[in-house]
């Protein structure tokens, strides 16, 4: 299994924008949960949120509730975190992972630049 995200890219304070995360390599995503992070230049990785492949639970850090938004799709063992109104404090690779079990897969990172 491996955790592919996607979709970086430099975007304008304000602005929308979704990044998508897939489960490569994987038959079945049902007992899996996928965890969006970020990790911004020279600060420590912070938890956005997560959310379950089978049942679809949702839950998000504090500083990320409301503006971010996590969602599925099951058959297509995806995984996609939307941001609304990125500020400058956005820029950061955002990660994606999967945990199954005790086990982790995380991905290459794709990087978010917010400009002002």
């Known amino acids: 299994v491996q955790s592919a995200e996607s979709g970086g890219a430099g975007v304008q304070v304000g602005d929308s924008l979704t990044l998508p995360c897939s489960a490569l390599?994987?038959?079945?995503?049902?007992?899996?949960?996928a965890a969006w992070y970020r990790q911004a230049p020279g600060k420590e990785g912070e938890v956005i949120g997560t959310?379950?492949?089978?049942?679809?639970?949702?839950h998000y850090a504090d500083s990320m509730r409301g503006r971010f938004t996590i969602y599925k799709n099951y058959h297509e063992k995806r995984a996609w975190l939307h941001m609304n109104g990125l500020k400058p404090g956005g820029t950061a690779i955002y990660y994606c992972?999967?945990?199954?079990?005790?086990?982790?897969?995380w991905g290459q990172g794709t990087q978010v630049t917010v400009s002002s």
């Open positions: 992972n999967i945990r199954r079990g005790s086990v982790v897969y």
């Open positions: 390599g994987a038959t079945s995503v049902g007992d899996d949960t």
């Open positions: 959310i379950t492949w089978g049942a679809g639970s949702r």
